[in-house]
């Protein structure tokens, strides 16, 4: 069974690009919850794995929000963890893989941001009117 944490996430980098403290400040974090798990890696020694973390929408949702892959643990204290690994990007079927890390900080009931609905119920009916009857 997989356990997993509501966190805020703050990405540290920007296409491998490591921002400085005022970008940082600048970057909207994401709440959700995160999975570690392992990944399957090719040429690894038998009974090493990579490991990624995925970080899933709250409340709920299967599909990540964001994805670390040959993710390592950099720093564990007081203000939370940071993640490093690498990000893949995706251009048609072209993979491009940046360095990544996540300043991570486990969330508690009131520290959540409100659920917001990201699709406009009223917008995708009338869509779907107009491509059944154009």
Same mark, same amino acid.
């Given at each position: 069974?997989?356990?997993? !944490?509501?966190?805020?996430v703050?990405?540290?980098?920007?296409? =491998?690009? %490591?921002?400085? $403290?005022?970008? !940082?400040?600048? %970057?909207?974090p994401?709440?959700?919850? @995160?999975? +570690?798990? %392992? /990944? $399957?890696?090719?040429?690894l020694p038998? =009974?090493?794995?990579?490991y990624?973390?995925?970080? #899933?929408?709250?409340?709920?949702? $299967?599909?990540? @929000? &964001?994805?670390?892959?040959?993710?390592?643990?950099v720093?564990?204290?007081?203000?939370?963890? !940071? *993640?490093?690994? *690498?990000? /893949?990007?995706?251009?048609?079927k072209? %993979?491009?893989?940046?360095?990544?890390?996540?300043?991570? +900080?486990? #969330?508690?009931?009131?520290? !959540? &941001? $409100?659920?917001?609905?990201?699709?406009?119920d009223? /917008?995708?009916?009338?869509? @779907?009117?107009?491509?059944?009857?154009?």
């Amino acid at each position: 069974m997989l356990s997993q !944490v509501l966190v805020r996430v703050v990405m540290l980098r920007e296409k =491998g690009r %490591r921002m400085s $403290p005022a970008e !940082v400040r600048q %970057r909207v974090p994401l709440d959700g919850w @995160i999975r +570690v798990a %392992r /990944e $399957p890696a090719k040429r690894l020694p038998l =009974g090493q794995w990579r490991y990624m973390a995925m970080l #899933l929408p709250y409340p709920d949702s $299967p599909s990540p @929000i &964001a994805a670390l892959h040959a993710m390592e643990l950099v720093q564990w204290d007081l203000r939370g963890l !940071v *993640l490093r690994g *690498l990000e /893949e990007l995706w251009q048609r079927k072209q %993979r491009t893989d940046y360095r990544q890390a996540w300043w991570v +900080v486990p #969330l508690v009931g009131s520290d !959540v &941001a $409100p659920v917001r609905n990201l699709i406009d119920d009223a /917008e995708e009916l009338e869509q @779907i009117e107009q491509a059944m009857h154009p």
